[in-house]
């Protein structure tokens, strides 16, 4: 599928006479038209009926388009028309709760690389099959993880996925929350943020990753998915971390943190990985430290958050996950258990 599939697709949606209109719009000739047309019904996008020189066409139960465009000429507030005139009809089955996460993903994804990306080009895709929606925005920008590192003046570019998966974080205070990206990330089966060779993942879950990636060096990918019969809503995400009875930014009060993101590939033993881990997350009320894929911890980390930062914001309620037994007693050795 190619730029050139998604144009035909739009005038197959548009109705009129599709092979002579998808010409014009494409620049291709009306024989190839006419071939990629058939290659399209083979594979479900568009449905055929009629038959001789007149046949007519329609979108079929599966549904593509892609866009591209040079960032320059795209407004901080065109997400919105683009959602409108261009996805929007394509999920007009889909039940209302997809459709209004699809809508806020969609939205506040194209609008961070208009706003942030600093690219040259943007381009949006999105795929409709029986059970699944997939939505992906690009940019070959100067990167979301190079961004966030400069902007908090970070030791290694890879704590910025461990701050990207805190939330309240905006590289532009003034027009940015901080909010999005993490409720976005909330919202989806699967949410993966791909830029500067690492890879942010975010799944129902609740799991997280980052790893080093060869490719994605340039820019950054953000994909999108989601289960045409998910029951999830807006609102369930929105109550889980927000408080209904607060605004602005107090009302996000509870956040997750994999604090394996600290530990860099290694063991979390020192008090840098400690202070790595509750940078910035006195801004909540509650914070989840969600311990899955570590088997140890050292006597200086389990100090530095269970004790120092603990004694320092008192406000702030830790609350331990998915601790193995060693991990547990150690930090029931070295933490005083009030704290926590």
Same mark, same amino acid.
């Given at each position: 599928?190619?730029?050139?599939?998604?144009?035909?697709?739009?005038? $197959?949606?548009?109705?009129?006479?599709? #092979?002579?209109?998808? #010409?014009?719009?494409?620049?291709?000739?009306?024989?190839?038209?006419?071939?990629?047309?058939?290659?399209?019904? %083979?594979?479900? +996008? /568009?449905?055929?009926?009629?038959?001789?020189?007149?046949?007519? +066409?329609?979108?079929?139960?599966?549904?593509?388009?892609?866009?591209?465009?040079?960032? *320059?000429?795209?407004?901080?507030?065109?997400?919105?028309?683009?959602?409108?005139?261009?996805? %929007?009809?394509?999920?007009?089955?889909?039940?209302?709760?997809?459709?209004? =996460?699809?809508?806020?993903?969609?939205?506040?994804? !194209?609008?961070?690389?208009?706003?942030?990306?600093? *690219?040259?080009?943007?381009?949006?895709?999105?795929?409709?099959?029986? %059970?699944?929606?997939?939505?992906?925005?690009?940019?070959?920008?100067?990167?979301?993880? *190079?961004?966030?590192?400069?902007?908090?003046?970070?030791?290694?570019?890879?704590?910025?996925?461990?701050?990207?998966?805190?939330?309240?974080?905006?590289? #532009?205070?003034?027009?940015?929350?901080?909010?999005?990206?993490?409720?976005?990330?909330?919202?989806?089966?699967?949410? &993966?943020?791909?830029?500067?060779?690492?890879?942010?993942?975010?799944?129902?879950?609740?799991?997280?990753?980052?790893?080093?990636?060869?490719? +994605?060096?340039?820019?950054?990918?953000?994909?999108?998915?989601?289960?045409?019969?998910?029951?999830?809503?807006?609102?369930?995400?929105?109550?889980?971390?927000?408080?209904?009875?607060?605004?602005?930014?107090? #009302?996000?009060?509870?956040?997750?943190?994999?604090?394996? !993101?600290?530990?860099?590939?290694?063991?979390?033993?020192?008090?840098?990985?400690?202070?790595?881990?509750? %940078?910035?997350?006195?801004?909540?009320?509650?914070? =989840?430290?969600?311990?899955?894929?570590?088997? &140890?911890?050292?006597?200086?980390?389990?100090?530095?958050?269970?004790?120092?930062?603990?004694?320092?914001?008192?406000? /702030?309620?830790? =609350?331990?996950?998915?601790?193995?037994?060693? /991990?547990?007693? &150690? $930090?029931?050795?070295?933490?005083?258990?009030?704290? +926590?």
């Amino acid at each position: 599928m190619d730029l050139a599939d998604s144009q035909i697709l739009e005038t $197959v949606r548009q109705g009129g006479a599709v #092979a002579s209109l998808a #010409a014009e719009r494409t620049g291709l000739t009306r024989v190839t038209i006419s071939r990629r047309l058939v290659r399209l019904a %083979a594979q479900g +996008y /568009v449905r055929k009926s009629g038959g001789g020189t007149r046949p007519r +066409y329609g979108l079929g139960q599966r549904r593509w388009w892609q866009g591209l465009w040079p960032r *320059a000429q795209l407004r901080g507030d065109m997400e919105s028309a683009i959602w409108a005139a261009h996805v %929007a009809p394509l999920l007009e089955s889909a039940a209302p709760n997809v459709r209004n =996460i699809a809508h806020t993903g969609f939205t506040e994804i !194209l609008n961070n690389a208009i706003d942030h990306s600093q *690219a040259r080009t943007v381009c949006a895709c999105v795929h409709v099959d029986e %059970a699944v929606l997939q939505m992906a925005i690009m940019d070959d920008g100067v990167g979301a993880f *190079a961004r966030i590192a400069r902007h908090l003046h970070l030791a290694d570019r890879r704590l910025a996925v461990l701050e990207l998966s805190k939330g309240k974080l905006t590289t #532009a205070a003034s027009g940015h929350s901080g909010i999005g990206i993490f409720v976005s990330s909330r919202f989806f089966d699967r949410f &993966t943020l791909r830029s500067d060779g690492l890879v942010f993942t975010h799944r129902g879950d609740f799991q997280f990753d980052w790893l080093d990636d060869a490719s +994605y060096r340039r820019g950054t990918v953000v994909l999108m998915e989601i289960a045409l019969d998910s029951p999830r809503t807006a609102m369930s995400v929105y109550g889980r971390y927000f408080d209904p009875d607060q605004t602005g930014g107090g #009302a996000f009060r509870l956040t997750e943190v994999p604090v394996r !993101l600290a530990s860099l590939g290694e063991e979390l033993v020192s008090r840098s990985q400690g202070k790595w881990v509750t %940078a910035r997350i006195d801004q909540f009320e509650r914070v =989840i430290l969600d311990f899955s894929g570590i088997a &140890t911890v050292g006597q200086g980390f389990v100090d530095e958050v269970f004790r120092v930062f603990a004694n320092a914001h008192p406000e /702030v309620r830790l =609350i331990p996950e998915n601790m193995t037994p060693e /991990v547990a007693r &150690t $930090v029931s050795m070295f933490a005083p258990r009030t704290v +926590y």
